[in-house]
């Protein structure tokens, strides 16, 4: 009975037989389709930056959601793989953090999930070829490479940014400023410096659901070296970071619906300063208490998605 045995991995012939959702379910779990939100509103978000401004074609926004979509679960798929022995020795595992647990409770083979990364970059970099080549230009090649790179390298050799402490710049970068107008120059062809603009507090908003994510993960990305900005700068210090970058995106995003005209309907930031106070409050215990881990990065999550809900929003009202 080899690896690739499915017996050996958790699922007997009776489960095969008899349970013809579980592999999509499976693989729903390893590629972390719950977080596909992160990429899905600055893709919403370039698309209607770029609807302001031209027509679009249905189709190509449909590359580049499959391309983004292909990329990131690619990118999930790979983190996985890296971190499993950290996630093996990880013992607050949710939702949220501690990776799918397809490698750590042998759900499905290491070989098999590499060649499913590979599928998914070869899916994503298809996607990108043919908008670069139907009118994208070479800005559309540019923004891929980057969102590729940053995707990859994030987790894999030589440059392990979330080893390194710049897991939370690449992700801010790549899910914010390079999505978002990489979006826009894929639809329209052109560069939109107001893509640029809009793109801020959403990667920082992503930045902190990177940076809340790693909290419960201090001690295990510790012990096998993963030196993260968590472990950098430790749990307290970490807290009054993710404040500090709360309230930056949420200035920003102040700024930013007065320059668009739309003051009254921004009045709903209000909300999210009882939740910085919150993490203020708790700053010395380092939300070591998993209910208190997972309410704050539910809602952490839950800003970046409203957040860039309403960015998208008053872009429509603005364009129509």
Same mark, same amino acid.
């Given at each position: ?13 009776? *489960? ?47 590359? $580049? ?36 647990? $397809?490698? $750590? ?7 098999? !999930? ?18 670069? !080549?139907? +009118? ?39 899910? +914010? ?19 640029? !603009? ?83 409050? *708790? ?38």
């Amino acid at each position: 009975m080899g690896d690739d045995d499915p017996e050996v991995w958790g699922m007997s012939r009776f *489960q095969r037989r008899w349970s013809p959702w579980q592999p999509f379910k499976l693989w729903a779990q390893a590629l972390r389709v719950h977080y596909l939100s992160a990429s899905l509103i600055p893709v919403l978000l370039g698309m209607v930056i770029a609807r302001n401004e031209t027509t679009i074609a249905g189709w190509r926004f449909f590359l $580049v959601l499959a391309g983004v979509f292909s990329y990131h679960g690619g990118a999930n798929l790979l983190n996985d793989f890296y971190d499993e022995e950290t996630d093996r020795l990880n013992r607050q595992p949710s939702l949220f953090n501690g990776g799918s647990r $397809v490698l $750590v409770k042998r759900l499905l083979p290491a070989k098999q !999930l590499k060649r499913a990364a590979l599928l998914c970059y070869t899916t994503g970099t298809v996607c990108a070829l043919g908008l670069a !080549l139907s +009118g994208g230009g070479v800005g559309v090649a540019l923004f891929a490479l980057a969102g590729l790179g940053g995707g990859y390298f994030y987790s894999a050799p030589p440059l392990c940014l979330a080893a390194t402490g710049f897991g939370e710049l690449c992700v801010g970068l790549v899910f +914010g400023p390079f999505l978002v107008a990489g979006t826009a120059v894929a639809l329209t062809g052109r560069f939109i410096p107001t893509a640029l !603009l809009v793109s801020l507090p959403v990667g920082i908003l992503i930045a902190a659901v990177i940076l809340t994510n790693e909290l419960p993960d201090c001690e295990s990305d510790r012990q096998t070296g993963k030196r993260t900005l968590v472990v950098r700068l430790g749990r307290e210090r970490s807290i009054l970071l993710l404040a500090f970058l709360l309230v930056l995106a949420f200035c920003l995003l102040f700024m930013i619906g007065m320059g668009l005209g739309a003051p009254r309907s921004w009045a709903g930031l209000l909300l999210a300063w009882p939740m910085v106070f919150w993490l203020w409050s *708790q700053r010395r215990g380092g939300l070591k208490q998993g209910s208190r881990f997972v309410m704050t990065s539910a809602g952490v999550i839950l800003l970046h998605m409203a957040s860039g809900l309403m960015l998208i929003m008053t872009l429509i009202r603005r364009g129509s």
